[in-house]
């Protein structure tokens, strides 16, 4: 039962967790989740909700999203759904469309498979199965809207009560038919065989040296499903036929406790998919859960197989880390467990570096502000994340330069360009974003002096509102001048006489900027250009 690579012949039976000894109601399920599991039973497949979301109910939590499980193939998924389209090279998904809300339905698969999240993928892929482009959409509201006009309301009937007074015995579920399941095979079996130095390997599992899992393509059952998930309290799934909870692994006991356990032997999983490290680093902040030692132990070990994770799948895992609502707990949780130096060396080596400095604190603040955001549901940035995390490695760069150019803008460009090309190298930074933390960070020293009518060009451009973001945040830890901070949030609100007269007003009391290289003073209180140099040994405050 423990390990990795069991295959569910002589599997032991789950356990099944009655209504009753649950908190799970289908009041708390999204109703398009309910509306999908329903018609997959009654076409007499099986049905489950599966992973997070049942883990985030039995915790009395709001899942983000609801993911569902089932013995039918994506092509008969997509049978019963218009509304469906089918998304993965690897491994065929398939994606039920309510509007705005997806409906991710997985079919179940043999031992060890890697779940869709957790499939090694370029960054085209991951484009094509996240995207669709706005016809597409419309045309799925459509299909959506005639798909509600034709259920049955009674079917899903989520006020009604749900609490039965024992489970039913489970059924075996209905199979899917031989020819089906070995034409998907078959196919997938095909396509291996075209691939270069595939030949004459086991097509249906793959290695890589170091034993990362690169491809698994098996159908299977619920018995096998299990055993591919990564922790017991994502493998736990809650069945639409009786609402009961099934669980293979002691997964309800682990939620209960709060504890994060792998299944199997946690270096071999480790080695299957080194993402698991920053999925348990991440579960840890976002659940408040604690790693259980025989889990956290190979970490330390094994932490530098991050480096052969594609860059795309690493970019991913870092949104999930730190614009999900727990950013600043997880920055400390990946700091405790040595795995922010295998994502961004740079920043974890300016960290060491300076302990308890004013970047570590306005980096923590700006997760902070942005956790809030997420509490909030305000939206957040990939792009301020990135500027954020990227602001020490910049003044490292900056630092490096004699210091009459640390305010000039083409040296604040220069780093940044060099702090992203060097990031990247293990987390993947898209263009847009790249060149939007350029835009913010070369906006410092336009926002900190900015030069009459042109203030008002300024509050038309796309990155005005980053940018201004990022200078109140350097201002609250004195390292941009409060005075201007304060403002700029004024000139906002001001209607057009008004700002006319506020920057006539800014351009008689403040020091010019300075002329030689476009650049600014460090800005610490607004102070001119004589004054804004640095004393020998003194350390630079930060992009002006």
């Not at 692994?249 to 504890?259: C, E, F, N, S």
Request: charged share 30%.
């Amino acid at each position: 039962m423990n390990d990795s690579s069991l295959v569910t012949t002589g599997a032991p039976a789950p356990r099944i967790i009655s209504r009753a000894e649950h908190n799970i109601s289908r009041s708390d399920i999204s109703p398009n989740a309910l509306r999908v599991l329903y018609r997959l039973k009654d076409a007499g497949y099986q049905a489950f909700l599966v992973g997070g979301c049942v883990r985030d109910l039995m915790l009395g939590r709001h899942p983000k999203d609801f993911d569902v499980a089932t013995n039918a193939l994506p092509d008969q998924v997509r049978a019963l759904f218009r509304n469906c389209r089918l998304i993965g090279r690897r491994f065929r998904l398939a994606h039920v469309y309510f509007g705005r809300e997806v409906i991710e339905v997985a079919t179940f698969r043999a031992a060890s498979a890697p779940a869709a999240s957790d499939e090694p993928v370029s960054e085209d892929e991951l484009e094509e199965s996240e995207a669709l482009n706005e016809a597409q959409l419309d045309e799925l509201d459509e299909l959506d809207e005639e798909e509600s006009a034709d259920e049955d309301d009674a079917e899903l009937d989520i006020d009604a009560p749900d609490d039965t007074s024992e489970s039913p015995t489970p059924q075996p579920p209905p199979q899917a038919t031989a020819s089906a399941k070995d034409e998907s095979v078959a196919v997938e079996r095909e396509q291996l065989e075209s691939e270069p130095g595939l030949a004459g390997v086991d097509h249906e599992r793959v290695h890589d040296p170091h034993g990362r899992l690169l491809r698994d393509n098996v159908y299977g059952t619920i018995d096998e499903d299990v055993w591919r998930r990564d922790f017991t309290a994502n493998a736990l799934y809650y069945n639409i036929a009786d609402f009961s909870v099934w669980d293979y692994v002691g997964g309800a006991d682990d939620v209960a406790a709060r504890r994060l356990r792998l299944i199997g032997d946690a270096e071999t999983r480790y080695r299957e998919d080194p993402v698991r490290m920053l999925r348990a680093a991440r579960f840890e902040a976002k659940l408040s859960f604690s790693i259980e030692p025989a889990s956290a132990a190979p970490i330390a070990r094994l932490k530098p197989l991050l480096a052969g994770v594609p860059p795309a799948r690493l970019f991913d895992e870092t949104q999930k880390l730190f614009l999900t609502g727990h950013g600043e707990r997880s920055f400390e949780v990946l700091r405790q467990h040595a795995l922010l130096a295998e994502l961004f060396p740079t920043i974890e080596k300016y960290l060491t570096a300076h302990p308890g400095s004013a970047v570590e604190r306005l980096l923590r603040l700006g997760l902070r502000n942005t956790d809030a955001r997420v509490a909030a549901d305000k939206p957040v940035t990939a792009t301020f994340l990135f500027a954020l995390l990227l602001y020490g490695p910049i003044v490292a760069l900056i630092e490096t330069l004699p210091p009459q150019r640390w305010h000039e803008i083409s040296a604040i460009s220069g780093a940044c360009e060099r702090a992203l090309r060097e990031a990247s190298a293990r987390v993947s930074i898209p263009r847009r974003i790249a060149l939007g933390v350029r835009e913010m960070y070369t906006l410092q020293p336009r926002l900190e002096y900015p030069r009459g009518k042109r203030v008002l060009r300024l509050l038309e451009q796309p990155r005005f509102r980053a940018g201004f973001d990022l200078l109140q945040l350097r201002s609250e830890l004195g390292l941009a001048s409060a005075e201007i901070a304060r403002w700029w949030t004024q000139l906002q609100s001001a209607g057009p006489g008004d700002r006319l007269n506020m920057i006539d007003s800014m351009l008689k009391t403040r020091a010019p900027l300075p002329a030689e290289g476009g650049g600014a003073p460090s800005g610490r209180g607004g102070r001119g250009r004589g004054r804004g140099r640095r004393r020998r040994g003194r350390r630079y405050s930060g992009p002006a």
